[in-house]
């Protein structure tokens, strides 16, 4: 299994493919082409096409910058390219890339700028910069008092791996009392029992 599994990690560019066709005659081609890739990098983010899908998301925003296109469409193409580097293991460069998405301060749609948050955390907790993360999450959860399963699973394996365990369990039992879901159950019963995981057996091959 792979450690990334124990955090939330949000996509945002998919469902591109909507109005492509009827836009192309209102917008550049630049935007429909864009688009086009964006599509074809969502299809390929898997685990053996991700630098497929990042040299998509590549060609998408380079297309998007050319033309000046709607920032929104730039902005989650950005956000994802950046969770593509995440999922290649590229946590510094992923972390940078999250970072100059954030600067565009894109915020017309604050659900969208709040996953990049969320994701950025994540990635934190992935990096081992524990107390970045905690207090990041902390942040996001003073924000988000509902509906927030997604932060806390992520709060409570970033507790795990500070041997907080008595938090981390109070975590995951509010995700499950939320939704009664848990992504994966590896983190709660390590915190049950007072011990850590395996964590390099939670990690991807080299």
Same mark, same amino acid.
């Given at each position: ?6 955090? *939330? ?11 492509? !066709?009827?836009?192309?005659? +209102?917008?550049? !081609? %630049? ?5 086009? *890739?964006?599509?074809?990098? $969502?299809?390929?983010?898997?685990n053996k096409?991700? #630098? ?18 709607? #920032? ?7 956000? %994802?390219?950046?969770?593509?580097? +995440? ?30 948050? $969320? ?25 988000d008092t509902? $509906?927030? $399963? ?7 394996? +970033? ?5 907080? *365990? ?5 975590? *995951? ?25 395996? !964590? ?7």
């Amino acid at each position: 299994m792979d450690m990334r599994q124990l955090v *939330y990690l949000t996509r945002i560019s998919e469902e591109r493919d909507k109005y492509i !066709w009827e836009d192309m005659y +209102c917008r550049s !081609w %630049d935007e429909i082409i864009g688009r086009i *890739y964006l599509l074809k990098a $969502n299809g390929r983010f898997e685990n053996k096409y991700y #630098k497929d899908a990042l040299a998509a998301f590549e060609q998408a925003l380079s297309l998007f910058a050319e033309n000046g296109v709607n #920032k929104e469409y730039y902005f989650r193409a950005l956000a %994802d390219k950046a969770l593509v580097q +995440c999922f290649l293991g590229e946590y510094d460069t992923a972390l940078a890339t999250f970072d100059q998405t954030l600067t565009m301060r894109y915020s017309s749609d604050k659900f969208y700028h709040d996953i990049m948050l $969320n994701n950025r955390a994540a990635i934190l907790v992935l990096t081992g910069a524990y107390s970045e993360a905690l207090e990041a999450l902390h942040k996001q959860l003073e924000r988000d008092t509902e $509906n927030n $399963n997604e932060l806390l699973f992520t709060l409570a394996t +970033c507790l795990l791996h500070m041997e907080r *365990y008595s938090e981390a369990i109070a975590a *995951y039992e509010q995700v499950i009392a939320q939704r009664n879901f848990l992504k994966r159950d590896e983190g709660l019963i390590a915190a049950r029992q007072g011990r850590q995981p395996d !964590w390099d057996s939670l990690y991807p091959a080299k």
